[in-house]
């Protein structure tokens, strides 16, 4: 489908069917209507500058907001008595980081950030070329992957699980508990699965507070233990400077859960059909390993696993030649702005060589970007790399129908069948 024979009239960005191909909706935004009004009130907002605009203007576009279904708050439950019992095993919801506004989300990151310091980074990557290595250990002979499920859920679990100092036998659990988390983000659900996900989701809180716990009488090198010890020691600070509270610490590891696993899982899958797609482009890659950086930033830019973030005006603005009205929702469309031809030369292709490719709106910007950004840069390039050096001569398996998640937040393959020719044994 193309952007000259769909029509935007009645979109319902939560349409299961448009999440299967949204791109030709999106670019008919960004030519004809880029401050798109949904029915429901929301406004879409589609271009690369009106999305960078907004992001420079945090206190007008405020991302401070919480959704109903969170553990802990019966409010939430809506006078469902089953839910509210649920949640109520859990802790309190507290809004942190993704969803709070200065200067709640100053301390936040200050406090947060340095759990992720380039040094933690940089003593990752021998770890995650060993699990990269050990997961394609298991497929190789065969000569065929689903790439999603072999390869793509399990690495960042599993690294995410490595980095928050948490045995990796808990791994089943975490992705079950990420899936819980992110389930009512840009999807409805049915009552059954709501109660579902809020069983999983208090259950992830309790097995972490357990652990945080831990942490605080006996400190490791790790994510928890830097949380639990936390401390902005500067006495001429205007902000607030008290340590982390349990739900705040539980707040932000979800976070760090969900951002963790569900958004790199889609860039590698996403990726994976970029090089295969465009063998040309993946010679020059398999020439050049140098170009592998940049073919991850191409895979962000295009691929924009979250492909938007909520905002609400705190103020009537104007966005284009559209007035917003104070309160509305807005949706900046990163998924759109990172295709739009006004910043990015033919917006739609694949480029390896691409020199502002890292210009994308993949990971935001601003005070919300994100914060794991090189944590997924070093997973999305080292797992590149062992696809490209052990997986030569990658295709498409039979019967792949390229189905996507029902999510127009969080958008990625549900399974992809790839074949190859069994290349070199593991390094080192
Ligand atoms: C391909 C992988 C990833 C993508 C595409 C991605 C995308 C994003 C985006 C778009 C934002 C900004 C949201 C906004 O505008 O409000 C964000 C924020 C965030 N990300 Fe990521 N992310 C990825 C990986 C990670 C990883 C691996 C972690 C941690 C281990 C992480 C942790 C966070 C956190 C904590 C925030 C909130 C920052 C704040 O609000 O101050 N992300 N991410």
Redesign the pocket.
Known sequence: MTAENITLEGFDPFDARIQQAPQPYYARMRAEQPVFRVDNGMYVIARYQDCLDA?RRPKVFA?GFTGPGTPGSTSAADGDPELAAILAEGYPPVAT????DPPA?TR??KL?GRA?TPRRVQDLIPEIERLADDLIDGFVEDGRVEIVSQFAVPL?VRL?AH?LGVSPDRQDDFKRWSDDSIAAIGARLSRERTLETARGVVEFQQFFATELEDRREHPRDDILSDLVHARIEDPEADEDTTPLTMPEMLS?LQ??LV???E??T??IAEACRMLIDNPAATERVRENPRLIPNVVEEA?RLA???QG???RVTEDVVVGDVEIPKGSMCV?M?ASANRDDAEFDAGDEFDPARSNAKEH?????????????S??RA??AVALDRILTRLPDLRYGPGNEFEYEPSFILRGLKCLDLEFTPGPRRSG
């Open positions: 992001l991302s980081l993704l969803v709070a989300h936040f990151r947060v992720f960042p995410i980095a932000i976070q760090l951002a963790g696993n958004t790199t889609k860039l962000l924009t696993p979250t973030m909520f905002r900046l990163y709106l993949a990971f935001g910007k601003g005070i919300h970007y994100c914060l794991g950004a944590f997924a997973e999305g």
